[in-house]
């Protein structure tokens, strides 16, 4: 491996060249081979960095295996393994997003998430972080109601106003009972995503992109974590 000092002047050589974000440079950089001279200078070996176990998949992605499987059919292993095959790593996130579409049947908006984790599980992008280097945000909940209540408890103006605790939030877009695209007041557009996860229970997750710095995520994430205890005091009644 390079020195500190050799690993930052490639990796900026790297973001001048394509125009990645830091992360996602560096992250091509340290796995791509590398020669380095034996002390003799005769014999030379190249090293690559260590890939994570599986076991460390769903820590990185941000979503348990179980909930992967449960909207998809596949756990993190098996979609990591399957993107690999396809040399995603070096595509963008739109490309392994439409990758994902092409190849395998699962929603729009769970589409996005497996994306999502693949890149965090590569090292194309930190925590939260976009491959353009902006910050997005997500949250998710499981509720004791069948998926298609969980979804009018969103479409439905009146129940939403109940919970969400903002007035002039408006669906964009919706596909009963899977997803939706949500419009706020101040004009961010919110992905939610639903599943069923057996008798009587049912998932959503909520994401937001775009966001300009980590501190704005971790409030978003607040906030919605305190919506989504609000819509459940609803749900419950």
Request: with cysteine.
């Amino acid at each position: 491996m390079p020195r500190d000092k050799d690993l930052k002047r490639l990796v900026r050589a790297r973001m001048t060249k394509t125009g990645e974000a830091y992360t996602a440079a560096r992250a091509h950089v340290v796995r791509a081979p590398r020669k380095s001279n034996a002390v003799d200078g005769a014999l030379a070996s190249t090293t690559t960095i260590a890939q994570p176990a599986p076991a460390d998949y769903p820590a990185l992605a941000g979503m348990s295996d179980d909930a992967i499987r449960d909207a998809t059919g596949c756990t993190w292993e098996r979609w990591v393994k399957a993107l690999d095959a396809h040399g995603a790593a070096e595509l963008s996130h739109r490309d392994i997003a439409a990758l994902i579409t092409e190849k395998y049947e699962i929603p729009a908006w769970w589409t996005q998430m497996v994306a999502v984790g693949y890149e965090r599980i590569r090292g194309l992008r930190a925590r939260g972080q976009q491959r353009n280097g902006t910050f997005g945000m997500t949250r998710s909940r499981t509720f004791p109601v069948d998926v298609t209540t969980l979804f009018d408890a969103w479409a439905d103006a009146r129940t939403r106003r109940r919970w969400l605790g903002e007035r002039g939030a408006k669906v964009r877009t919706a596909t009963s009972p899977r997803s939706m695209r949500l419009q706020m007041a101040d004009g961010a557009i919110v992905a939610v995503g639903f599943a069923a996860k057996g008798k009587g229970k049912s998932s959503v997750a909520v994401e937001q992109a775009k966001l300009p710095d980590r501190a704005a995520a971790d409030r978003l994430k607040q906030i919605w974590s305190a919506r989504l205890d609000a819509l459940g005091e609803v749900l419950a009644e």
